[in-house]
């Protein structure tokens, strides 16, 4: 069977006295990629163990690495040996850790020294002023080149957006909404699980553990929670409040100490003249009607949007409504006259005042406002005399204390109607 090599590059030539010992490293105060001393060592060691073949070329000359067994109280450990000298490092290093996880801390090392590229050869053919790694391909590695953006982000061509924050760059890509893949730098920091994603992430700047995993969720959560709220894309901003139930992205920490974000002015477009449901209030309203034109999302998120939008009802949040008071025309204030008298006539006398209004919400038809005993009617659904009676009806009802959705309002309705059925002729 015809052999073939993944193959790992990057600019200079490695420095060997670097691979002798744990935790030396040049990069550990910079804001690199391979920052622990130890990544190449536990690749190592790896494919030692796991007795995958692999060569490491400084320029055109081979690096030599073997083992030799050595004891430590009564146990055996394979020492590894570079260039026939002993190291401190054994074959035991990263025991835990799967095939990829060394062309991942391989690769990384490339990238923080320039000009890395990984692709999969026929032939090994080293070249002077580079470090170049040959690595066998077992099944396991093939597995993993076919979906390595999986893991590592090396074809960034299909990413869809990308924003500065306050935690650095952060970028989304295309997912394939089966699980949550997010990276730091390009290089995947969250462990396969069964959570579905809209999209998946890349942050610039995140804090992981030497084994490249995420040290705290609440990280990954106030960072994606930023990079929606900056975002000015209406898209992504729509896709995220459609959908985001059913994803990971139902978590996010919207709170002002996770994001200092303030939402992008196309959420000031997008949320203008609309209705927003906090999700603890939507389950527990019973209006429907008003979700007609509105979005429900997390409290904390709406919360955010009343404080920092104009021109948004947020339920629970800012109860003022926004309108303009106007006169209504000949035609209207006969049809609002007309509809006042007829409820009366069936012994229904409305003594609240009664103002005509523009809303900045075009779906408000009328509300009351128990302050100035004032019922106010939206000016545009001022059209049939039985409209405007169902209306005003609806809304004096209102002044008797309930408020749409209360089981209390069903029950006083249907005892309006049993009286107005037990009335003799």
Not at 70 to 82: G, H
Not at 178 to 185: A, D, L, P, S
Not at 368 to 385: F, M, S
């Amino acid at each position: 069977m015809e052999k073939y090599y993944i193959k790992i590059e990057n600019k200079g030539e490695i420095d060997i006295s670097g691979l002798h010992l744990m935790g030396v490293s040049s990069k550990r105060n910079e804001d690199k990629i391979g920052f622990f001393g130890s990544g190449n060592k536990y690749a190592i060691a790896l494919l030692l163990r796991q007795k995958i073949p692999f060569w490491i070329y400084s320029g055109t000359k081979q690096v030599k690495i073997k083992t030799e067994p050595i004891m430590f109280r009564k146990q055996m450990f394979e020492q590894i040996l570079i260039n026939g000298e002993k190291t401190s490092l054994t074959t035991s290093m990263g025991v835990d850790w799967e095939d990829w996880f060394a062309i991942r801390e391989l690769y990384c090392n490339a990238l923080d020294e320039g000009d890395a590229k990984i692709d999969v050869i026929k032939h090994k053919n080293p070249i002077k002023d580079k470090t170049t790694i040959f690595i066998e391909l077992n099944e396991n590695l093939k597995e993993f080149f076919k979906n390595i953006n999986s893991y590592i982000l090396v074809n960034k061509n299909n990413r869809i957006y990308k924003v500065k924050t306050n935690y650095g760059d952060i970028s989304i890509y295309s997912s394939d909404k089966k699980q949550f893949i997010c990276y730091r730098k390009g290089i995947r920091i969250y462990p396969k699980n069964k959570e579905k994603a809209l999209y998946r992430y890349d942050f610039e700047k995140i804090q992981i553990n030497e084994s490249r995993t995420y040290m705290h969720e609440h990280e990954i959560k106030e960072r994606i929670a930023s990079f929606f709220a900056k975002t000015n894309s209406r898209e992504i901003i729509l896709n995220y409040l459609r959908n985001y139930k059913d994803y990971y992205e139902k978590n996010l920490l919207w709170k002002e100490m996770y994001v200092r974000e303030k939402l992008s002015d196309e959420w000031q477009k997008l949320l203008y003249g609309k209705r927003i449901f906090p999700e603890s209030l939507a389950t527990l309203s019973g209006d429907f009607e008003s979700k007609f034109n509105s979005y429900i999302v997390p409290d904390d998120l709406a919360e955010k949007i009343a404080k920092e939008l104009t021109g948004v009802e947020v339920i629970g949040q800012n109860k003022k409504k926004v309108f303009l008071e106007v006169n209504p025309t000949e035609d209207e204030q006969r049809k609002v006259d007309t509809a006042l008298l007829e409820l009366k006539n069936i012994d229904f006398n409305i003594f609240s005042r009664i103002k005509i209004v523009k809303p900045h919400l075009n779906d408000v038809v009328a509300w009351y406002e128990k302050d100035d005993d004032t019922i106010y009617l939206a000016q545009q659904h001022l059209t049939t005399i039985p409209y405007i009676k169902n209306t005003l009806l609806e809304e004096h009802f209102h002044t008797k204390g309930h408020e749409d959705g209360q089981r209390e309002f069903v029950s006083f309705l249907i005892d309006e109607l049993i009286r107005a059925k037990e009335i003799k002729p």
